[in-house]
């Protein structure tokens, strides 16, 4: 796990609306994602508080049929943003709950196999 702190640079003038005073990622290094983020107020007070929720499979949803992959993978199957401060949160489920599209991750589907990602593939593969 990777932990970043990303701070707007409001004494550059860059950033002088920025609602946030920082915002913490936690970075899991395994997969390169962040399935944690925390951002604070100007006071600096827990703002929102998102979390993506991940699984590892070969495929997106338990019942695919056409998304299935020759290895496992992280799918994110769902996300919520709190506002800690209010209390109101926004939750999403992928797929969504009643949409009738149940795979919904067509991701490297074909393009390309593991093989590509070694060192040797990619030496050979740069101009």
Not at 82 to 108: F, H, K
Not at 112 to 126: E, L, N, S, W, Y
Request: include cysteine.
């Amino acid at each position: 796990m990777y932990i970043l702190e990303a701070t707007p640079r409001r004494e550059l003038g860059q950033a002088t609306e920025a609602l946030d005073s920082k915002t913490i990622i936690y970075s899991d290094s395994e997969v390169a994602f962040a399935p944690y983020i925390d951002s604070y107020d100007r006071s600096g007070q827990l703002f929102r508080a998102h979390i993506y929720w991940l699984t590892n499979r070969d495929r997106p949803v338990p019942d695919a049929r056409v998304a299935i992959y020759p290895f496992k993978r992280e799918f994110v199957v769902g996300a919520v943003s709190t506002d800690v401060q209010s209390g109101q949160a926004s939750m999403c489920y992928l797929p969504g709950l009643e949409t009738p599209e149940r795979e919904c991750w067509y991701i490297n589907m074909g393009e390309v196999d593991k093989d590509f990602f070694t060192t040797q593939a990619m030496v050979k593969a740069a101009p």
